[in-house]
C-alpha cells in the first residue's frame, strides 16, 4: 500500500515509519521541516507542506492508499488550541479529497469522561471533524503512553527520581489505564486496511487501572527508591501546573495541559480492539522496564522535547542589525576531536566552562517561563536537526563542514544564535549571534557584554582544551 504519513517528526510518527518500512508499504511522509528528517530510505517520499496554511499541498500523490493523520499543537496557546487543531483538521481533509485515500487513521485521546480539558477537546474536536469527511476514518484512543522520550514517562521520572517527598494535588486519586508506546505502535499498524475498523472508534490501554499515586510508588519501587506522597486538597490546576512546571523537564503549557487533562478519569469505556486485532498488551511494571532497557541501550527514537516551538527551522543566521561575540582558537590536533567535543556539549556534560553560570540562566529562564536547562539532550554525542539541546535548537549539523548552529529558545529581548565550526585546518570559530528586540535589546547585550566575552571565551577555549587532551590520550 501506498501510506501518507503526516506527523513523520512527531513522537510516534517517527517510530511508526520504520515499522510500516518494514511492513513493506511505500511511505510519502509530509513534514514542515524536512531537514528535521532522520536518514531515510530512498524509497521514502517527502513532502514539505504545513497544513495549517495549506502551503505546497499540491504536491500530494493521487494515488495514496492510507493516511496516518499524527498532527497535534499541544505547545499552541490553550485559547487557540481547538481552532487551530479544528483548521489542520479541515485543511487535511481537503488536501486528500483529491486523492484515492480509502481510509485515515487518527491517534486520540481517551475523551469518555464529562467537563473534558482543552486538551482533550481538542482531540475530540479532531475526531468529530475527521469523521465528517467522506473517507472513512479510523480513531485510536490512548491515555497515557510509557515510552522513553515519551512526556508521561520523563515527567513521572523527574517526580520519582529527584523528589523524596512528593506535596501532591488532588489529582493523583484519578484513575488511568497506562499502554505502551510498542502496544500503541502494534495497534497502528494492524489497523490499517482492516475492513472492521473502517468507521470505528476504539478505545486501546494496558491490562492495569491504577491512579496516579500508585504509579508514582511503582515507578518508585521499580527504581529502588523511598518515596512518600502527601496529598493536598489546596492545590488548584495553575498551582498544580507551576508544580509541575518548576518540578520537571516540562514547559508550562504542556504542564497546564497535563493538570487540566488528569482532573479525570482515563480508563477504556470499551474493548472491542482486542476482539479484532488480538494483542496481548504489556502491564505497566513491564513498560517501565522496558523503557529503561531502552535508555540504557541509549535506544531512543523521538522525544516529546523535540516538538518546535517554532515552525520551521531557517538554518541561516541573519547579517544585519546583529551584535556578535566571535572566539577563535587554534588547535594542534585533530579537527574531528575538536567537533567531536562541540558534538557532545551541553545535558550532562555541560558547556565546558562556568556551568554553574550556564545553570543560574537556565533557572532565571525558568522563573520568566523559559525552558531552562532541564531538556537536556536526547542522546549524550549524536545530534541531529530539531533537537532540543537545553534552552537551544539544533537547526544545523554538518558533519563534513564541521559546523553546528544552535538557535535560543530561551527567554531574550530579541533572538539568539550559537555556531561552533572549523573554518580551516588548525582554527576553531565561535560565534555568537544577537538580534536585540528594541532598546531593551541593545540595553540587555551591552549590559552583559563583559559577562558573556567572559563565559564565550572560557567556553571555546575549554572545547579546544578538552578535544587536545582527548588527543593526548
Given amino acids: 500500500m501506498k501510506i501518507l504519513l503526516t506527523g513523520a517528526n512527531g513522537y510516534i510518527g517517527r517510530r511508526l515509519l520504520p515499522l510500516l518500512l518494514q511492513e513493506g508499504h511505500q511511505v510519502v511522509v509530509l513534514v514542515r521541516s524536512k531537514e528535521r528528517l532522520p536518514d531515510l530510505p530512498e524509497a521514502v517520499e517527502v513532502i514539505e507542506a504545513d497544513l495549517a496554511t495549506c502551503t505546497h499541498l499540491e504536491n500530494l500523490p493521487k494515488d495514496l492508499d ?47 469522561a464529562p467537563n473534558l ?57 484519578s484513575q488511568c489505564q497506562p499502554i505502551a508506546i510498542s502496544d500503541v505502535l502494534f495497534y497502528l499498524v494492524a489497523v490499517l486496511n482492516n475492513q472492521d475498523c473502517l468507521g470505528q472508534s476504539f478505545d486501546v490501554g494496558g491490562p492495569d487501572v491504577l491512579t496516579y499515586y500508585e504509579m ?102 541573519p547579517e544585519h542589525g546583529c551584535l556578535k561575540d566571535v572566539q577563535e582558537i587554534f588547535f594542534a590536533c585533530s579537527p574531528d576531536l575538536v567537533c567531536d567535543a562541540v558534538w557532545a556539549i551541553g545535558g550532562n556534560r555541560g558547556w565546558y566552562a562556568m556551568n554553574w553560570a550556564w545553570k543560574f540562566r537556565g533557572f532565571l529562564d525558568q522563573i520568566f517561563g523559559g525552558v531552562g536547562l532541564r531538556r ?37 529581548p530579541g533572538e539568539a544564535w550559537l555556531e561552533f565550526k ?31 566575552f567572559c563565559i564565550f571565551r572560557r567556553m571555546a577555549r575549554a572545547i579546544v582544551v578538552h578535544a587536545e587532551r582527548e588527543n593526548s590520550n
Fill in 66 to 112: 492510507a493516511a496516518y493523520f499524527l498532527v497535534h499543537s499541544l505547545s499552541q496557546s490553550q485559547e487557540s488550541l481547538l481552532e487551530i487543531e479544528r483548521r489542520v483538521a479541515r485543511n487535511f481533509l481537503q488536501c486528500i479529497s483529491t486523492t484515492n485515500i480509502k481510509q485515515v487513521i487518527y491517534l486520540s485521546g481517551l475523551v469518555n
Fill in 117 to 173: 480539558s482543552n486538551h482533550l477537546l481538542s482531540r475530540k474536536s479532531v475526531e468529530e471533524t475527521l469523521s465528517k469527511g467522506p473517507i472513512p476514518l479510523t480513531t485510536l484512543r490512548a491515555g497515557i503512553i510509557i515510552g522513553a522520550g515519551s512526556a508521561s514517562f520523563e515527567i513521572m521520572r523527574d517526580l520519582v527520581e529527584k523528589l523524596p517527598v512528593m506535596v501532591a494535588p488532588r489529582w493523583v486519586k
Fill in 216 to 317: 508514582l510508588m511503582q515507578f518508585a519501587k521499580i527504581r529502588g527508591l523511598h518515596r512518600w506522597i502527601l496529598r493536598v486538597p489546596v492545590l488548584t490546576p495553575k498551582l498544580s501546573s507551576y508544580w509541575l512546571y518548576f518540578v520537571t523537564s516540562t514547559n508550562f503549557t504542556l504542564a497546564r495541559s497535563l493538570v487540566d487533562s488528569l482532573k479525570n478519569d482515563a480508563v477504556c469505556s470499551e474493548h472491542r480492539i482486542q476482539t479484532i486485532c488480538k494483542h496481548e498488551c504489556l502491564s505497566f511494571e513491564e513498560s517501565l522496564r522496558r523503557v529503561f532497557a531502552k535508555i540504557e541501550e541509549r535506544v531512543i527514537l523521538s522525544s516529546w522535547k523535540d516538538a518546535l516551538h517554532n515552525a520551521t527551522l531557517n538554518p541561516h543566521v
Fill in 376 to 412: 537536556g539532550r536526547t542522546h549524550p554525542t549524536r545530534l541531529r536537526v530539531g533537537d532540543a539541546l537545553d534552552f537551544w535548537r539544533v537547526l544545523v549539523v554538518d558533519q563534513e563542514k564541521k559546523r553546528l548552529l544552535l538557535y535560543a529558545e530561551m527567554k531574550l
Fill in 422 to 452: 572549523v573554518e580551516k585546518e588548525g582554527c576553531f570559530v565561535q560565534q555568537a549571534t544577537f538580534r536585540p528586540r528594541g532598546i531593551m535589546g541593545r540595553l540587555y547585550w551591552y549590559l552583559l557584554f563583559p559577562f558573556h
